[in-house]
């Protein structure tokens, strides 16, 4: 057992003063407020929550900074991206994928991130057709080395779109049958430690059957476990959908079946108000990745409408070009400013942006992620992101505005420790593992370009 003590902690019910944290068995055992400093406490300035990464592509990591030129006269977008993610894909084997994984973790803890859903479809290595689980164990002996709560959502990717009912060569490496995809997700239950969690995912509805979709949420609800799937990134995606099924993704997908809070539904950006508003009503997350949105021009979420609706929110790095969370909230906001122009379009029922934000992420990453990350409270995972409080970009503010200062402020703020599952695994900004993994990363980026 240890205990923290820390000046300012940001709880469910909001800045409490003089926070001692029980810590036990990697949980918070008591919270008690308005405490006095024990000589045996470890102190801190500042604790919020660590925050839940809803959505990552792990292999893509290696892909950032290559896909920023166009050598034609033709329109740059989605499907021009695609393709050179897929000459990455071909490339990673286990190896590679778990070189690429744990740099990416160390980063992901570095910057705020305590856990992660990885939305895994890379399930065969390079130029191999046999499916041996081997990428997707380099996943979790990545997370458990680096120490990052780890969520493993196995996704089928059957088909290469509505009318084609096999993948492409290209997408050969993504390909399961549906009875391999029901073996790898019951291996991976059976392979989950420590502060790792399983989840169930569908790639989008181009790229299963109905009847495989039917399966995915069966297994899902008979085991609890989150069910994530892309849902109306693309209008080209959404204009498809409605040719073959006669309703659009997020219209069919509530039609039919019982969507409720278990489910996390990735991007949204073309769904209407009515078909948020159902949604909204049926408790399901939806989780936003507006860098990566921003980076692949997909489009711009009905943000200020869901939050109206109290819809429940998550924030996910996707395809890694932004690995910081408190980023990935600035692009959300400004990317609403932008096209509404005007400001504080998330500051829906408390007057400060940053508190909005990061109270709606830590509720909706938690249920996305599966393991009730996201609060600082008796019983939670004790995962948490500790600040000094003397630094610049803190300079000025008290915790009213400390939020606002982390999401806005044009400096990096500085995190200072790091703990998991009651362990510290950031301390003074770095993970112990930080320059092996950046070395061993650097060496195979190489090779891979």
């Known amino acids: 057992m240890s205990i923290i003590f820390t000046k300012h902690a940001f709880l469910p019910e909001g800045w409490q003063k003089d926070v001692r944290l029980e810590i036990s068995n990697g949980l918070i055992s008591k919270v008690e407020t308005n405490q006095?400093?024990?000589?045996?406490?470890f102190r801190v300035d500042v604790t919020i929550p660590g925050v839940p990464n809803a959505h990552s592509h792990a292999f893509q990591r290696a892909l950032v900074g290559h896909c920023e030129f166009n050598t034609s006269d033709s329109v740059d977008d989605f499907w021009t991206w695609r393709s050179q993610m897929?000459?990455?894909?071909?490339?990673?084997?286990?190896?590679?994928?778990?070189?690429?994984?744990?740099?990416?973790?160390?980063?992901?803890?570095?910057?705020?991130?305590?856990?992660?859903?990885?939305?895994?479809?890379?399930?065969?290595?390079?130029?191999?057709?046999?499916?041996?689980?081997?990428?997707?164990?380099?996943?979790f002996a990545a997370a458990n080395e680096i120490g990052i709560r780890f969520t493993y959502v196995p996704v089928l990717y059957e088909r290469a779109g509505f009318t084609d009912e096999t993948p492409n060569t290209r997408q050969r490496q993504f390909a399961m049958s549906i009875a391999e995809f029901v073996d790898d997700?019951?291996?991976?239950?059976?392979?989950?430690?420590s502060r790792q969690h399983v989840?169930?995912?569908?790639?989008?509805?181009?790229a299963v059957s109905k009847?495989?979709?039917?399966?995915i949420v069966e297994s899902g609800n008979v085991s609890g476990c989150p069910i994530h799937l892309h849902a109306a990134e693309q209008i080209a995606e959404v204009k498809q959908c409605?040719?073959?099924?006669?309703?659009?993704?997020?219209?069919?997908?509530?039609?039919?079946?019982?969507?409720?809070s278990n489910w996390?539904?990735?991007?949204?950006?073309?769904?209407?108000?009515?078909?948020?508003?159902?949604?909204?009503?049926?408790?399901?997350?939806?989780?936003?990745?507006?860098?990566?949105?921003?980076?692949?021009?997909?489009?711009?979420?009905?943000?200020?409408?869901?939050?109206?609706?109290?819809?429940?929110?998550?924030?996910?790095?996707?395809?890694?070009?932004?690995l910081d969370p408190f980023e990935e909230l600035r692009w959300l906001e400004y990317g609403q400013r932008l096209y509404l122009q005007?400001?504080?379009?998330?500051?829906?029922?408390?007057?400060?942006?940053?508190?909005?934000?990061?109270?709606?992420?830590?509720?909706?990453?938690?249920?996305?992620?599966?393991?009730?990350?996201?609060k600082i409270e008796t019983g939670k995972p004790a995962d948490l992101i500790t600040f000094d409080i003397d630094q610049p970009v803190f300079a000025g503010h008290d915790m009213s505005t400390f939020l606002d200062a982390l999401v806005f402020s044009a400096i990096k703020p500085s995190v200072h420790r790091v703990m998991v599952g009651g362990e510290w695994v950031v301390l003074d900004g770095k993970h112990k593992e930080r320059e092996l993994a950046a070395r061993e990363y650097m060496d195979l980026a190489q090779s891979l370009w």
Request: proline share 2%.
């Open 36 to 41: 006095t400093e024990h000589g045996t406490d």
């Open 86 to 139: 897929y000459k990455l894909a071909c490339k990673i084997d286990a190896a590679a994928m778990h070189i690429i994984a744990r740099q990416m973790f160390v980063e992901m803890l570095e910057s705020g991130y305590t856990s992660v859903a990885e939305f895994h479809y890379l399930h065969r290595e390079g130029n191999n057709d046999k499916r041996t689980g081997k990428v997707r164990d380099a996943l």
């Open 185 to 193: 997700f019951q291996q991976a239950c059976e392979l989950a430690a």
């Open 199 to 206: 989840g169930i995912g569908a790639h989008s509805l181009r």
């Open 211 to 215: 009847n495989s979709l039917d399966q």
């Open 242 to 260: 409605f040719a073959t099924y006669g309703r659009t993704p997020v219209d069919w997908l509530t039609h039919e079946y019982a969507l409720n």
């Open 264 to 322: 996390c539904l990735v991007h949204c950006t073309h769904a209407t108000e009515i078909e948020l508003q159902t949604l909204a009503n049926a408790g399901t997350v939806v989780c936003v990745c507006p860098s990566t949105e921003g980076n692949l021009g997909d489009g711009l979420f009905k943000l200020q409408q869901w939050l109206a609706m109290h819809g429940k929110i998550a924030i996910g790095s996707d395809s890694q070009v932004c």
């Open 342 to 374: 005007s400001r504080n379009v998330s500051a829906v029922g408390n007057p400060h942006t940053g508190t909005v934000l990061f109270s709606r992420i830590f509720e909706g990453g938690g249920l996305a992620c599966g393991n009730s990350v996201g």
